[in-house]
């Protein structure tokens, strides 16, 4: 596997319009202030077209599991907490220190601000119906669900729900996206517009055309070409 940073370095420097984002960044393995450099250096390499999704982070990836780093969930849940907290206010500009159980800055301030205000989106791994994982998805710009029981599968209704439950909630007036992601055929348009169609008048705003069966990267380039779905 590539770097996701390196790459979306690269991404940035040969695109215009589409959004780039690595899915997911578990921010428990990484320096908080780090990412707040990297996130804003693609956010000015890409003009704002940077999307920044988070969540505890798969325990089989052995470069994560296998090193050391924190790996019982209440110690990445409170990783991911606090970096999410240091992350945002390094990217306000603004003198800033923190005080937390696992980080400790004193006061400093980096520029320059994102591209994007009034921040970069954060999309965030939410377990549906755990209270404590949605909310912290809502404190931010997005929700990838998931499960609290991961043989669970998420259906049209789950997001239905999750959408009713984010709009009676959530206290900022900000847009706020649902993400889901699935595979479509690029060769049959109906039929692709018919998986996605569920998924978005339940409430999803974005779906993401995630092809982890594809056997090589010529596969993946032929489906971009094809374009998305057209539900009209």
């Given at each position: ?35 707040a450099r990297e996130t804003v ?108 029981e991961q043989d669970d599968p ?79």
């Amino acid at each position: 596997m590539y770097d996701p940073w390196i790459v979306m370095a690269a991404m940035a420097m040969r695109t215009k319009h589409v959004r780039m984002g690595a899915i997911i960044t578990p921010l428990s393995r990484r320096r908080p202030w780090k990412v707040a450099r990297e996130t804003v250096t693609l956010d000015h390499l890409s003009q704002g077209r940077l999307v920044l999704p988070v969540g505890l982070g798969a325990l089989g990836d052995k470069g994560f599991g296998n090193v050391g780093e924190v790996t019982d969930r209440k110690g990445r849940a409170e990783l991911l907490d606090e970096s999410l907290d240091i992350i945002t206010g390094l990217w306000s500009a603004q003198p800033f220190s923190y005080q937390g159980k696992h980080y400790h800055l004193e006061e400093m301030a980096f520029r320059p601000t994102p591209v994007q205000q009034p921040r970069i989106p954060i999309w965030v791994v939410g377990a549906w119906p755990r209270a404590k994982s949605i909310n912290r998805a809502m404190r931010y710009d997005g929700l990838l669900p998931t499960k609290m029981e991961q043989d669970d599968p998420v259906t049209p209704e789950d997001i239905r729900a999750m959408r009713e439950h984010i709009a009676s909630q959530r206290k900022q007036a900000t847009p706020f996206d649902i993400i889901w992601e699935g595979e479509t055929p690029g060769d049959d348009t109906e039929q692709a517009a018919a998986i996605v169609r569920p998924w978005a008048e339940a409430g999803a705003t974005w779906w993401l055309e995630s092809r982890w069966s594809a056997s090589n990267i010529e596969e993946v380039r032929i489906r971009i070409q094809q374009g998305p779905p057209h539900l009209a």
